[in-house]
Structures are given as structure tokens and as C-alpha cells.
T-cell receptor
Framework: GNSVTQMEGPVTLSEEAFLTINCTYTATGYPSLFWYVQYPGEGLQLLLKATKADDKGSNKGFEATYRKETTSFHLEKGSVQVSDSAVYFCVGIFSGTSYGKLTFGQGTILTVHP | GAVVSQHPSRVICKSGTSVKIECRSLDFQATTMFWYRQFPKQSLMLMATSNEGSKATYEQGVEKDKFLINHASLTLSTLTVTSAHPEDSSFYIC????????????FGPGTRLLVL
């Protein structure tokens, strides 16, 4: 079946470190892929998205490239800040699902220390 | 961007009572809204898909008689937890899709339910 798998955390980094959160998907077709972020005490927000192979989504210094060959959508940021501390979810919308149903990865808790 | 609100943000109730949670799309019409449940340090679990003017579609394992969903207008969906028990304590989150073909979902801030 369709699924999204992301690296388990928690991830702890120092400010200005490089961030990678891995995400892979399993699907019969080609899903649309998203990264959502949940800051402490807030609702989920769309961080970036990519709807087809080789698309690169980017926002707030974060990037993720939709790679069909490796069925991956890894999230990266060159220099993290304390304010990036949050929970990050890799999410997919798969072909054949109704009403735009989202399939969530497990979530990765990121903590950035000064 | 589009804003989704939830009310209340936090509720404490006694076991056996019912609790209603509202989800509103503030600046767009949402024909489809979704209700999720999030346990501590875990991902979101889709409970049901709510369509304006029709019955909600529940995910497998979710009791539709316990979690009543009503989507009476294009900007409002409600989730009622009936005869709540301590095991229903959780964080409930709604989201709304921006149009029938929109892929982006906008999430509410969530409602923390504690059943004593």
C-alpha cells in the first residue's frame, strides 16, 4: 500500500549546523509530497511541497527535491536556527485517494541549541 | 494564507459527558474538512473526512456513533465526542482543503481534550 516513512528522531543540533531529515515513500503511482511543520503550541503549517518528479520545494531556507529514482523527498537546511525547533512531518497525497487524503510520516522532533 | 480556527483550544470534562469542537475556515470556503487525532509524540491519525452537506467518511476503527461529525456549512465543521471517557483524552486537529482540487490543507491549532 501507499506509505510515507521518515527518519525517527529526535534530532538535536547546534545552531548553524546542517540539517537533513530523510523521507521515503512507497506508492504504485507518483504522489504529491509535502513537508509540514508544527511549532510548539501551534497548528501544522505547510513548509514546502513538490507535485512531480525532480521538482524542488523551498521555503525559509529549507529545501526538498522529489526524487523518483530513490522514492525520496529529504528535507535539508544549510544552517539551522533555534527558531527551527519544531516537529517536521513528511506527507503524501497518493493517486486514487479520495478528497485529498494526507498520509503522514511519523514526524521528527528537531531541537536546535544556541 | 488561509486560516483555520478551532474552538475551544482546551477543554476539560467529566467522564460520560459530551464535548463539541468547532472548526472554521475563516477566509475561504472548505467543501472538505478533515479531523485528526494526535497522541503525544506521535503522528496524526486521520479520523474522518467531512464533506459539506453529506455524511462524513470515517476511517477504519473510528466509531462514528462516538465521534459525531457535522459539516453544515462551507466554513464550519463540528466534532462531538459523545459520552467521553478518559481514553478519549487527546489532541484533536482539524484541517480544511482550499477547494475541490486544492492539494494544500490548512490546519487548525488543535483542541486539547482532557476527560476526567
Amino acid at each position: 500500500g501507499n506509505s510515507v516513512t521518515q527518519m525517527e528522531g529526535p534530532v538535536t543540533l547546534s545552531e548553524e549546523a546542517f540539517l537533513t531529515i530523510n523521507c521515503t515513500y512507497t506508492a504504485t503511482g507518483y504522489p504529491s509530497l509535502f513537508w509540514y511543520v508544527q511549532y510548539p503550541g501551534e497548528g501544522l503549517q505547510l513548509l514546502l511541497k513538490a507535485t512531480k518528479a525532480d521538482d524542488k520545494g523551498s521555503n525559509k531556507g529549507f529545501e526538498a527535491t522529489y526524487r523518483k529514482e530513490t522514492t525520496s523527498f529529504h528535507l535539508e537546511k544549510g544552517s539551522v536556527q533555534v527558531s527551527d525547533s519544531a516537529v517536521y512531518f513528511c506527507v503524501g497525497i497518493f493517486s486514487g485517494t479520495s478528497y485529498g487524503k494526507l498520509t503522514f510520516g511519523q514526524g521528527t522532533i528537531l531541537t536546535v541549541h544556541p | 494564507g488561509a486560516v483555520v480556527s478551532q474552538h475551544p483550544s482546551r477543554v476539560i470534562c467529566k467522564s460520560g459527558t459530551s464535548v463539541k469542537i468547532e472548526c472554521r475556515s475563516l477566509d475561504f470556503q472548505a467543501t472538505t474538512m478533515f479531523w485528526y487525532r494526535q497522541f503525544p509524540k506521535q503522528s496524526l491519525m486521520l479520523m474522518a473526512t467531512s464533506n459539506e452537506g453529506s455524511k462524513a467518511t470515517y476511517e477504519q476503527g473510528v466509531e462514528k456513533d462516538k465521534f459525531l461529525i457535522n459539516h453544515a456549512s462551507l466554513t464550519l465543521s463540528t466534532l462531538t465526542v459523545t459520552s467521553a471517557h478518559p481514553e478519549d483524552s487527546s489532541f484533536y486537529i482539524c484541517s480544511a482543503r482550499d477547494g475541490p482540487r486544492g492539494e494544500t490543507q490548512y490546519f487548525g491549532p488543535g483542541t486539547r481534550l482532557l476527560v476526567l
